[in-house]
Structures are given as structure tokens and as C-alpha cells.
């Protein structure tokens, strides 16, 4: 059970957004401080108890909040919130539960929440190294073993040039134009995939970096995705995450 947060972020609309959610979501939790800087989370941990998991911000006004962890002893999960998705393979040494881009949706933080608490109420071994060798894959996925005829076959990452879910139901399209229906959900892909090479461009579309032809403004600061050799798929990356896009094609 979650019953003590903290929250480490400097902007107040979104500190005042999450306090929002926690409250809808989770409406027996104590939110027991909200911090905007290194230097204040560093004295806090200093003076206080360790929470039950901390929302945290990557960028904060002073720094990186990485820099927290080398400078206080943190003995608890991390759930980081930030509007940069290049720190997410970093976050995994940080006790690292979940790592939601802004703005945080309501799903995405109750599935995080119910992450943890699984892992908790379903384990004997509460320790953080526990914890850790829970949820963090050990390597990306390279591969997938599908159904086929009377057996099996197997489905290569590098074949995939984007991943698309309709009705609930997950579809990898292939560099040949073909299809393969695959078991996992987009959030799911989202873990399991390496971060350098796919892109989470809506809640409809994961794409592979190789795969964009090029990349177009589009209304209200979104930007509209352009597949190779595939011109009747339309992507829209929103306004929030376009700058997300731009430094991954840029990095």
C-alpha cells in the first residue's frame, strides 16, 4: 500500500497537476512534501524518513536530479516525471519504478502505482535490489516467438519498422509491407524496446528511427510523421512530445 509520496518538481502546475491525480487516484495517500530543488531534497532526505515512492522530476532548476542520489542515501522506488525521454535508460539505476513523460495521464500513473504495490503485496523480498531485479529488463528485446501453422516462428526486432495498435489489438508492419500480430501492448513494447532505436509517438504507434522518412510541422506545434514507403500511415506526435521527437532524430 502507498501511503507516504513525495514529489520533487520545480514547475508548480505540474507539482500541482500530480498532487491532483495522487489525490483522485490514490485518495488515502499522504503527500508528505512537495520540493523544487536538489539542495531541498537533499536537506529533506537528510531530516525525514524515506516515503513509500517518490514522484521526481529529472530537470530541476539547479540540476539534474541524478545528483540527488549522490549526495543523500535513498532507500525507496522512484517514480521520475519529466518531459524528457533521453534519461530513461539512465533512470533505471535509481531505483527507477516508472519513467511517465508530461503530461502524466491518469492510466499511466495508476498502472505505475499498481506496479509497485504488485511487486510489494507479491513478494517476500521487499529490498530495493529486489525490487530493482523485478522491474528492470536485463537487455532490450531482440526478438519475438510467435504462433504459426502447427508451431512456431520467430519474428526479429530489426524487421519491425513501427508497431501500431487498433481495437486492442498490437501489430508489428514489417520492412516488407507484411504484418504480425504480437501479445504485448503498446506500454509493454514501450519497456522491452531499446530507447535509442523506438520512439513512442502517440498511444497508437511505436516507430523504429530508420523507418522515418522525414518529419513535417504540423497544427498546433504537432508534428506529423512521414513512414518510408508507406505514405497512406498518417502519425501525429503532440505538441508536448514534438520536442522529444526532434532531440531523439537529433541525437
Partial sequence: ???????????????????RLIKTIRPKASIVAVLDSI??????????DNPDVVMMDVRLADGISFDIFARVNINCPIIFTTAYDEYAVRAFKYNSVDYLLKPVEPEELEAAFEKLE???????EKSIEGLLNYL?????????????????????????????????ITRATLHTGTEEIVPQTLEELEQQLDPKLFFRANRQFIVHINAIQQI????????????????????????????????????
Fill in 1 to 19: 500500500m502507498i501511503n507516504r509520496i513525495l514529489i520533487i518538481e520545480d514547475e508548480k502546475p505540474n507539482a500541482d497537476r500530480l498532487q
Fill in 39 to 48: 539542495a531541498d531534497s537533499v536537506d529533506w532526505f537528510n531530516t525525514n
Fill in 118 to 124: 504488485t511487486f510489494v503485496s507479491g513478494q517476500q
Fill in 136 to 168: 528492470k529488463p536485463k537487455e532490450f528485446r531482440s526478438r519475438f516467438l510467435l504462433p504459426y501453422r502447427d508451431g512456431y516462428k520467430s519474428l526479429m526486432v530489426e524487421d519491425i519498422i513501427y508497431f501500431y495498435s487498433e481495437l486492442k
Fill in 216 to 251: 513535417h510541422n504540423y497544427f498546433n506545434g504537432k508534428l506529423k510523421i512521414d513512414i518510408k514507403n508507406d505514405p497512406e500511415v498518417e502519425i501525429i506526435v503532440s505538441r508536448e512530445k514534438a520536442n522529444l521527437l526532434k532531440n531523439w532524430l537529433d541525437f
